[in-house]
């Protein structure tokens, strides 16, 4: 891809093997409208751990700045795919926030977005939805997904932990309110040097959805009983 070199992205080459099996599929180049049209490259691998689409979008420092392999740590998001809030905007999360907050400030310096294929923390998009039907009945997130039979929280990092070793990124400073990604990454070989809070994005719709990620599900949300009162409603309708 114009303006971007194997120095600036990858450590590795497509089709070169590590000792984990997981190889470089292959390297795609994009531009990012949601990100002040920098320039990207999405990045697929072959032997991941979960067998799953994951993908990583890479994005080249500024000129002049160190490149992302030599650097001293990249920032990096891992970011759970979300039909819901990334594509359609819904505000019953703070999914597509976040994604939007992870693009831009990565573009700013470089870095990359892990995009993991594990909508509803890993119990899939149908059974997600399904549980959108529990919460509205003022059941939370995590007891949503195991009255239907699932795990609070499904997901694991050991693909995302390995698709970043084989871009290099054994170093990461990690964009993160969720402490679980944090010690997953972290046993599974990568080093985090800092952890970068991401903001709370906090609406109307999904503040009881916010409290329950830091009630139970241990989320790092500074601020968020005090941005509740004042937090901005996407709709004046009721649940629909």
């Not at 329950?212 to 601020?223: M, T």
């Amino acid at each position: 891809m114009t303006g971007l070199t194997t120095s600036d992205t990858l450590a590795q080459t497509p089709g070169t093997p590590l000792e984990n099996a997981v190889v470089l599929r292959a390297r795609v180049g994009i531009v990012l409208r949601r990100a002040a049209g920098r320039r990207a490259e999405l990045v697929t691998f072959e032997g991941l751990p979960d067998g799953a689409e994951h993908v990583v979008c890479v994005v080249p420092p500024p000129p002049g700045a160190a490149s992302l392999t030599t650097a001293a740590a990249p920032l990096v998001r891992l970011h759970s795919e979300c039909l819901t809030g990334d594509v359609f905007g819904s505000s019953r999360c703070d999914c597509g926030p976040q994604l939007d907050e992870a693009l831009e400030r990565i573009a700013a310096e470089g870095g990359a977005v892990v995009y993991l294929r594990q909508e509803g923390r890993g119990i899939g998009l149908y059974n997600k939805l399904d549980a959108y039907l529990l919460q509205d009945q003022d059941i939370d997130t995590f007891e949503a997904n195991r009255r239907l039979g699932r795990g609070a929280d499904e997901r694991d990092y050991a693909a995302a932990a390995a698709m970043l070793l084989t871009l290099g990124f054994s170093r990461v400073r990690l964009l993160t309110n969720n402490p679980d990604k944090v010690n997953q990454l972290r046993n599974l070989g990568v080093d985090i040097e800092k952890v970068v809070p991401t903001g709370v994005h906090v609406t109307r719709e999904n503040i009881r959805y916010l409290e329950a990620k830091a009630r139970i599900g241990g989320h790092l949300l500074s601020g968020l009983v005090d941005r509740t009162a004042d937090a901005p409603s996407d709709s004046e309708e009721g649940p629909l």
